[in-house]
């Protein structure tokens, strides 16, 4: 099946820094989505995003899937932008499970 | 609803007991995902239902673990004869159906086997 490998796997900020997370998978993928992990477990939706690029606040994403990668910019962190980000696909062919990568965990300080 | 609800919250359960989790997705949607997430790990997937169509069992990690969706709407993940290595978050997710839909996940049930 489908390999999803997320980059860096660990990553510690000062509070106003800037990030940018990694996300590349191994086949073509009909659906990429973004989620932040908070620390209470919750999954919160960010990006919808096969392609191009979608910005939120401070946060934005591209995907550029001819490439088989997604990037995710966090920008002026806050510490509230802790815990795991999760990069999830839907391989083409048909599939309906969404396959994840294993995480960045983002540490902010203040 | 507003959003997936899943019950309970958190279970505490003795070895060798059966548990039932529930998972009530958005309402209209027609796809059900169940994960499980070990400490400090990412999701793996257990099962998928689609409609009315038979579920993808393909990642249940054992016999002792079933699921059913009742009327295409609330599902309810079982385990049997509970084992410590159970002990897991257990996460539901629903979508919309079709290929490569947006899925949406509840706050998960924390499942303590002691």
């Known amino acids: 099946g489908i390999q999803v490998e997320q980059s860096p796997p660990d990553l510690i900020l000062q509070e106003g820094a800037n990030s940018t997370l990694r996300c590349n998978f191994s086949d073509s993928v009909n659906n990429l989505q973004w989620f932040h992990q908070n620390p209470w477990g919750q999954l919160i939706n960010l990006f919808y995003?096969?392609?191009g690029t979608k910005q939120n606040g401070r946060l934005s994403a591209t995907t550029v899937a001819t490439e088989r990668y997604s990037l995710l910019y966090i920008s002026s962190s806050q510490t509230t932008d802790s815990g795991v980000y999760f990069c999830a696909v839907h391989a083409s062919g048909g599939s309906y499970i969404p396959t994840f990568g294993r995480g960045t965990s983002l540490i902010v300080h203040p | 609803g507003a959003g997936v609800s899943q019950s309970p919250s958190n279970k505490v359960t003795e070895k060798g007991k059966d548990v039932e989790l529930r998972c009530d997705p958005i309402?209209?949607?027609?796809?059900l995902y169940w994960y499980r997430q070990s400490l400090g790990q990412g999701l793996e997937f257990l099962i998928y239902?689609?409609?009315?169509?038979?579920?993808?069992k393909s990642g249940l990690p054992s016999d002792r673990f079933s699921a059913e969706r009742t009327g295409g709407s609330v599902s309810t993940l079982t385990i049997q004869r509970t084992q410590q290595e159970d002990s897991a978050v257990y996460l539901c997710?629903?979508?919309?159906?079709?290929?490569?839909?947006?899925?949406?996940f509840g706050q998960g049930t924390r499942l303590t086997v002691v």
């Open positions: 995003i096969p392609s």
């Open positions: 239902f689609q409609g009315n169509s038979a579920p993808d």
């Open positions: 309402s209209g949607h027609t796809a």
């Open positions: 997710a629903s979508s919309l159906g079709g290929v490569g839909t947006e899925a949406f």
